[in-house]
């Protein structure tokens, strides 16, 4: 079991950076792959951004490459991803999730937290 809590969502100006977190309960974690999703009102939830394990492989979504950089830190049980040069279209509800699988489905992730909201204006 694995228990997640996403921090750090906020209001920001476009080109500007927020970086979020998220908390892990439970000695699964060193286990589990990570992912990043988001939702956006109206629309269908999608990846953003995945780390393996041990941290030593990352994905991200092609609209977010280059910007977004996904980390986590296995010793303290948290993943963080580090949004940079914002975008109003990355205006979202943003999910982590922990899975037994390193991928870009959903249905890789079995544990989810419950989101912060991400708001960038023009």
């Known amino acids: 079991q694995v228990q997640l809590v996403e921090s750090g969502g906020g209001l920001v100006q476009a080109g500007g950076s927020l970086r979020l977190s998220c908390a892990a309960s439970?000695?699964?974690?060193?286990?589990?792959?990570m992912g990043w999703f988001r939702q956006a009102p109206g629309k269908e939830r999608e990846f953003v951004a995945a780390?393996?394990?041990?941290?030593?492989?990352?994905i991200y979504a092609d609209s977010v490459k280059g910007r977004f950089t996904i980390s986590r830190d296995n010793a303290k049980n948290l993943a963080s991803l580090q949004m940079n040069s914002l975008k109003p279209e990355d205006t979202a509800v943003y999910f982590c999730a922990a899975g037994g699988v390193f991928g870009m489905s959903r249905s890789s992730y079995a544990y989810w937290g419950q989101g912060t909201q991400v708001t960038v204006s023009s």
């Open positions: 439970g000695r699964a974690f060193s286990n589990s792959a």
């Open positions: 780390i393996s394990r041990s941290g030593s492989s990352t």
